[in-house]
């Protein structure tokens, strides 16, 4: 009897280990399709250019003395980068729209001489903007907006990081755009678990041909 319990106890063990190997497997496979439908998204909705605000910036070029692009006074037009953004998106995963919008935080930056602009809009689809001498400055501004957007669910270890990492900030001066969603579901073969995402992309800006 003892080793038939014995017996039993050990399959039991195997098939759990099994059920819960293959429900992770799962769940990372369509966390990293997720991933990748957030990059693409963030990189077709970077270019949404407001070119009525940006033709003196995109008609300078390049800087004769280092030869490196000009971006000053490019700006993403923010509206039109968050409909780009969920739709890119939702065309490449499963979700909605409307689950996704209620969890979103854009912000685009660009360059005014030695400072950097930015612009943030919440799921509420209020906009703050202003300006920041150092461009570190920006993963401050969009705590503080995230924080003040969703107060009762934003705690010490909800901080949010331009790259993922706490330790590093890569943002630097240019015509950039930031998304983060709050929470996407992501359901394995058994459990349910909740990810925060982050992405950020540079604008490809191009300066031929410039029309609305």
């Known amino acids: 009897m003892g080793v038939l ?4 106890a050990v399959t039991f063990l195997v098939l759990f280990v099994f059920v819960s190997v293959a429900d992770y497997a ?7 399709s997720i991933s990748k439908a957030m990059d693409y998204a963030v990189t077709a909705a970077v270019q949404d250019i407001n070119k009525y605000k940006s033709l003196e910036g995109l008609s300078e070029g390049f800087n004769e003395n280092t030869g490196t692009k000009i971006t000053d006074g490019i ?3 923010i509206d039109r980068a968050e409909t780009t953004f969920l739709s890119v998106f939702e065309s490449n995963s499963n979700h909605e729209q409307t689950d996704i919008k209620g969890n979103l935080l854009i912000c685009a930056t660009s360059v005014s001489g030695e400072n950097v602009n930015y612009k943030i809009k ?13 461009p570190y400055l920006i993963e ?4 503080d907006t995230a924080k003040s957007c969703w107060p009762d669910s934003y705690e010490d270890n909800s901080r949010i990081s331009i ?7 890569m943002v630097e001066k240019g015509t950039y755009l930031f998304a983060y969603i709050k929470g996407i579901r992501i359901t394995g ?3 349910q678990r909740k990810l925060a995402l982050s992405c950020f992309g540079g604008a490809k800006l191009e300066r031929a041909n410039v029309k609305n």
Do not use: A, C, L, Q
């Not at 319990?5 to 039993?8: A, K, Y």
């Not at 799962?26 to 990293?32: E, L």
């Not at 790259?163 to 900030?169: D, E, H, L």
């Open 140 to 143: 401050d501004r969009i705590n």
């Open 5 to 8: 319990f014995i017996g039993m």
């Open 26 to 32: 799962v769940y990372t496979y369509k966390r990293n």
């Open 122 to 134: 919440t799921s509420s689809g209020e906009v703050s903007d202003g300006t920041v001498e150092d």
């Open 189 to 191: 073969i058994f459990t």
């Open 163 to 169: 790259n993922g990492n706490p330790k590093t900030n």
């Open 75 to 77: 700006e993403i037009d």
